[in-house]
């Protein structure tokens, strides 16, 4: 009874229902963290399905990939090559070069030029990447834009996000269609808004800047994280429960010492108080605690007979 009455204490201890509640807000975290690094491997997963699927296809035309040029451009059509036919907007206030763009490692440019087609639709389209100058945050010799028709194949890229941000001229942060065409003061009628073009080939070659990279098709590391994550979640309630089975053995050693520490000198256990609280009075060794009635033995009268013997015995002896 002293047992359980003591693993009940523990258990209902103020330590003991803290720890309980910060297990659970520790797990839920944990839980949580791991839900959203899962969530980002699903997104890896999603986008590398959709490069395995588009980015080898066969060219489309504009009109079959984005049929609503003001679109945003569908997730499911990313990296879809197009082919465009029609000129670049060759001058020198039509070029801009997105800033703070990588290549091997190489911080540079993207050379961006609006290309006009048959149907009188605009595209922007990235040529390629320029390296910057040693001194100076300024494109180190990018090659020229062609003149006159020429044939594209592109492959679609979702509009970036405008930045808030001041760019030196004849350059911009971010590819925008909206605000670039603003950068390069053109008119914004029939402008595809929701994509741009990232430059395959041109037909007739001309010279054109780096080549940007191939996407990224590995999952990264994020399913790792996730169960990384959900194992530290499982750590939290195991400590708990290691450390309130540890109290729980702690106790059962001193209850064990305790009963060591009562017993008699002699083997015996010492008593127990009685339920009262009176403890009962220890009686000599040997006494008996049997308290039924004895019976009394009387010693039998010796007859003549048997004293006329011994007295003959006594007589015959040397």
Request: some cysteine; glycine content about 6%.
């Amino acid at each position: 009874m002293r047992m359980s009455s003591s693993r009940r204490e523990i258990l209902l201890s103020r330590d003991t229902l803290l720890g309980l509640v910060a297990v659970l807000v520790l797990a839920a975290v944990c839980v949580t963290l791991g839900l959203w690094q899962f969530g980002r491997y699903e997104g890896r997963v999603d986008q590398a399905a959709v490069i395995r699927a588009n980015y080898e296809a066969a060219p489309v035309s504009l009109d079959q990939a984005m049929p609503d040029v003001g679109a945003p451009l569908p997730a499911a059509d990313e990296w879809t090559p197009v082919t465009l036919h029609g000129s670049y907007c060759a001058t020198d206030d039509c070029v801009l070069y997105v800033r703070n763009r990588q290549l091997s490692g190489r911080v540079g440019f993207w050379q961006l030029v609006p290309f006009r087609t048959e149907d009188s639709s605009t595209m922007l389209v990235v040529r390629g990447w320029v390296p910057s100058g040693s001194d100076t945050s300024q494109p180190a010799d990018p090659a020229p834009v062609p003149d006159g028709e020429i044939t594209l194949t592109v492959r679609l890229r979702p509009a970036e996000e405008v930045l808030d941000r001041e760019p030196p001229p004849g350059q911009t942060h971010s590819v925008n269609p909206r605000q670039s065409v603003g950068l390069m003061g053109l008119d914004a009628s029939d402008l595809v808004t929701g994509a741009y073009g990232e430059l395959i080939t041109e037909e007739p070659a001309a010279d054109r800047p780096a080549a940007l990279a191939s996407p990224d098709t590995s999952l990264g590391p994020h399913l790792s994280y996730a169960f990384q994550w959900w194992i530290f979640a499982l750590f939290f309630p195991a400590a708990l429960v290691y450390r309130t089975r540890r109290q729980f053995q702690d106790v059962t050693a001193e209850e064990q010492q305790r009963a060591t520490e009562r017993t008699a000198p002699d083997g015996a256990p010492e008593p127990d108080p009685d339920q009262d609280g009176s403890v009962p009075t220890t009686r000599p060794a040997g006494h008996s605690t049997d308290h039924r009635p004895r019976r009394t033995v009387r010693a039998r009268r010796r007859g003549q007979d048997e004293e006329e013997e011994d007295a003959l015995i006594d007589q015959q002896r040397p």
